[in-house]
């Protein structure tokens, strides 16, 4: 499946439209209206200036997590919004560089074990690892399964890194990610 791009001018419409603040330097998930089970739906956008970097990604858990809830409240599924100095670089899991939350962020619990995320009535808000990493550290991974139980995942390990380097390019500390529904 082939993600849809953005233009600057599309994402700073959608984002004047949510009242969401649009910076030179910025992150942005989008989230597919396909919800394709346990796919690289998603897209992740790296904004610098007038230039958009757009790669496939997953803003859902994988299949695994979603049967074998790590939390007893369910999966987390970061819910939509505009998270300001949410992340930093930092290792993931203590292993490789990635950009890992820093302040609260809001989730909702999926807990009915079936294998499709979805938003439930329970949100809850706090810090819970919600990271931005990459799948595989070798090959373009197809399947989230356990790369995700709730972090926002890049597929190609060389998009990843264009990713990094795009935020240590920036110099900055505090990196804003947002979160759209596909539009």
């Known amino acids: ?4 791009n953005y233009s600057r001018i599309a994402l700073m419409t959608e984002f004047y439209k949510l009242g969401y603040e649009w910076s030179n ?9 396909a919800n394709i089970q346990n796919k690289f739906d998603d897209l992740f956008i790296v904004v610098n200036g007038d230039n958009i970097y757009c790669y496939s990604s997953t803003t859902n858990p994988g299949t695994f ?22 992340f930093k670089l930092g290792l993931h899991r203590g292993k490789y560089q990635a950009l890992i939350q820093a302040k609260p962020v809001a989730v909702y619990r999926d807990a009915n074990r079936d294998d499709i995320a979805q938003e439930t009535k329970f949100i809850e808000s706090g810090l819970f690892g919600i990271n931005i990493h990459r ?26 890194d264009a990713v990094i380097n795009e935020c240590k390019l ?12 596909e539009f």
């Open 65 to 86: 997590w979603l049967k074998n809830l790590m939390n007893p409240k369910g999966a987390a599924l970061l819910k939509t919004g505009q998270y300001k100095d949410s």
């Open 1 to 4: 499946m082939k993600a849809k």
């Open 25 to 33: 330097f910025h992150l942005i998930g989008v989230r597919s209206n």
């Open 135 to 160: 799948a595989s550290s070798s090959t373009i991974s197809q399947l989230i399964d356990k790369w995700s139980a709730g972090c926002q995942v890049i597929n190609n390990p060389k998009d990843f």
């Open 170 to 181: 920036s110099k900055l500390k505090l990196f804003t990610y947002t979160l759209l529904n």
